[in-house]
């Protein structure tokens, strides 16, 4: 085999070719934060190279005129979503061997240090005793503000030979400095050997993936309506699914939300109303029932106030992915596909598999990158391939934010929810290259959704209106049918809880759920919430909504009534006008919050200062 070397200068030529189709073939990821060990240094710096953490946007986003109106402690503070990078003084190189299959790329997001001078990134590949070929180069972004696309470069002239990769940050005049220029989730992607085995799965002991999309309202997908659609992957999906119109969490926040999802009981059951109280240990979680029966148990925790030592939410898995501030999409996607790779091949890969990802994306602040943040997502989903065409779904052009405490904007939102559905096409691409969709269920929902400044409130979750509770719920099932099934009825976010258990054939601990195959179609009576912090409860029919406020420093206190077949934006309050509905609606949600058995009480525990100031500049307290 001929060997090559791939130079990535920070300085474009693309690469002329694109290999071998590789449709039947499992995609690879090879990444470089991952195999640091592998790379070599030389040029100016020749000290080991870092990986560190970088943010696809700015470190802290804090608007100076916002703060000067409502002043805040200097703790207080947001940040873009995480990302894994290679650190790079400019003037220095790297180099790595890797071994390309067809239709190979390296993908980067080209970031900055503040403090950096100008620079450039370059790409070139060499075969070994030849010159290298320049395959691509640019200037950094500036520093701050929205982060730049990833850039995907062609290495297709080389599919199916062993390269070098060599990455050098270009400094004026070679001057190094102190300063590094930073390679934002830094990976080769190509399609290498066959996908394994995927037919030899039991039908009773399917994979499970649950993705958990934070702050996800059901009208931001295309699939529920929502023109121009923002989330073709996600609609593509959601049409080889069962999917449930009229699907309402539990809560309106996320430990209390998750924890839900995660044990199929409501709130008054669990216990948890906060971010300070984690899962007592004698409640039973999907990941424990799944690691009983044998199943390899993984997750992604996206955020640090839902990591298991805060949320009790662990129980069961055998490894989670978390971090002390939140995870941008990509990286909890590349965790994912890098734990799925890991067992291939090994005897483990004969065992089922349980995994939860969590990614929070859509949840204030509203940074996403290029081109999502200024009105774009990609034209059709792609898997892992990069998309090879953009369209708009909105009026394009950069949008400042509307709320500068929490970094809040409707159209940043949007931009954000096309950012993840970009991500969670990059996965669907990986199961679908090795197989894994022929043997595995898919469940998607979200933990709550958003005011968008309805109801006179800026991006908080607070109060129970559809805004908050509405939410996508759809399961693809293992050998899905080319189209799915659009079913109307009230269901809940706890109904998965037994349904992937059943489909499993599981034996199910006590628990409030029911089977979504029983509910398709018809649906339960009523549907459930409850406000964080014991603040109110809602009861909700097909025809209207009741809830009650209490203590809630945004939404004011008493009673709210809504006739939700005639007022679906829930703006009429038909509450206090003595009408028989809300006498029978009060009386059964005072049933329903009366009715309990005994269960395990959770035991809060001391927020430190910096968390909770974390939480407050989040929006929750």
Not at 251 to 280: E, R
Not at 588 to 615: A, F, N, Q, V
Request: charged share 25%.
């Amino acid at each position: 085999m001929r060997r090559i070397v791939l130079f990535i200068i920070v300085g474009g030529v693309l690469a002329a070719g694109s290999g071998c189709r590789g449709e039947d073939v499992a995609w690879q990821r090879f990444g470089l934060c991952e195999h640091l060990g592998q790379l070599r240094t030389g040029g100016a710096d020749r000290r080991t190279v870092t990986c560190r953490i970088a943010w696809l946007g700015p470190r802290e986003v804090r608007d100076p005129e916002a703060l000067a109106v409502r002043p805040r402690r200097a703790v207080e503070r947001l940040s873009a979503g995480e990302v894994r990078a290679l650190a790079q003084r400019p003037g220095s190189r790297l180099a790595v061997r890797v071994a390309l299959g067809a239709e190979p790329y390296f993908s980067f997001v080209p970031l900055r240090e503040d403090s950096t001078p100008y620079f450039r990134f370059r790409v070139a590949v060499r075969a070994r005793g030849e010159r290298p070929v320049l395959v691509h180069r640019a200037p950094a972004p500036p520093p701050g503000g929205t982060a730049p696309a990833a850039v995907a470069v062609d290495l297709g002239r080389w599919a199916g030979e062993e390269v070098e990769l060599l990455l050098e940050a270009a400094a004026p005049g070679g001057a190094a400095s102190g300063a590094r220029a930073l390679w934002g989730s830094p990976a080769v992607y190509s399609r290498r050997g066959p996908p394994p085995r995927a037919g030899t799965r039991s039908a009773e002991r399917p994979n499970v993936v649950l993705l958990g999309l934070d702050t996800l309202r059901a009208d931001a997908l295309g699939a529920y309506g929502r023109r121009p659609s923002m989330t073709p992957a996600l609609d593509r999906l959601a049409a080889e699914s069962d999917l449930f119109l009229d699907a309402f969490s539990c809560f309106n926040v996320t430990n209390p939300s998750f924890a839900s999802l995660l044990t199929g009981l409501y709130g008054k059951h669990h216990g948890i109303y906060d971010f300070d109280t984690p899962l007592p240990p004698a409640h039973t979680t999907l990941a424990e029932v799944f690691a009983a029966a044998g199943y390899r148990t993984g997750a992604v925790v996206s955020v640090d106030h839902l990591a298991p030592r805060r949320s009790g939410l662990g129980q069961g898995f055998a490894v989670v992915e978390a971090t002390g501030g939140q995870l941008a999409a990509e990286r909890g996607v590349d965790w994912a596909m890098d734990w799925l790779a890991a067992a291939a091949g090994s005897p483990s890969a004969e065992r089922p598999f349980f995994l939860w990802l969590h990614l929070f994306d859509p949840h204030t602040p509203h940074t996403p990158p290029a081109p999502f943040a200024i009105g774009r997502r990609a034209a059709r989903p792609s898997g892992l391939l990069p998309p090879d065409e953009w369209q708009p779904f909105r009026p394009l052009g950069p949008r400042a934010f509307r709320n500068g405490i929490l970094g809040g904007h409707p159209d940043l939102y949007a931009g954000e929810v096309a950012y993840l559905d970009r991500q969670v096409d990059r996965l669907l691409g990986f199961l679908e290259s090795r197989g894994l969709l022929a043997t595995t269920i898919v469940a998607v929902v979200a933990d709550h959704g958003e005011n968008l400044e309805e109801h006179g409130i800026e991006y908080r979750h607070a109060g129970l209106w559809d805004t908050t509770t509405h939410v996508p719920l759809f399961v693809r099932w293992p050998g899905a049918r080319p189209r799915g099934r659009r079913l109307r009825g009230l269901v809940q976010n706890i109904d998965l809880f037994p349904t992937l258990l059943g489909a499993a054939k599981l034996e199910l601990p006590p628990q409030d759920g029911i089977d979504l195959r029983r509910l398709a179609g018809r649906g339960r009576r009523a549907v459930f919430a409850e406000h964080t912090g014991r603040l109110g409860a809602m009861v909700r029919t097909r025809e209207h909504k009741y809830w009650v406020s209490r203590g809630n420093r945004l939404v004011p206190d008493g009673a709210y009534l809504y006739d939700v077949r005639r007022d679906p934006r829930e703006r009429d309050n038909l509450a206090g006008g003595n009408l028989p509905r809300e006498r029978a609606l009060a009386s059964l949600l005072d049933h329903w919050l009366k009715e309990r058995r005994h269960t395990p009480r959770p035991t809060p525990r001391d927020l430190p200062p910096e968390e909770r100031e974390r939480l407050r500049a989040l929006g929750y307290l």
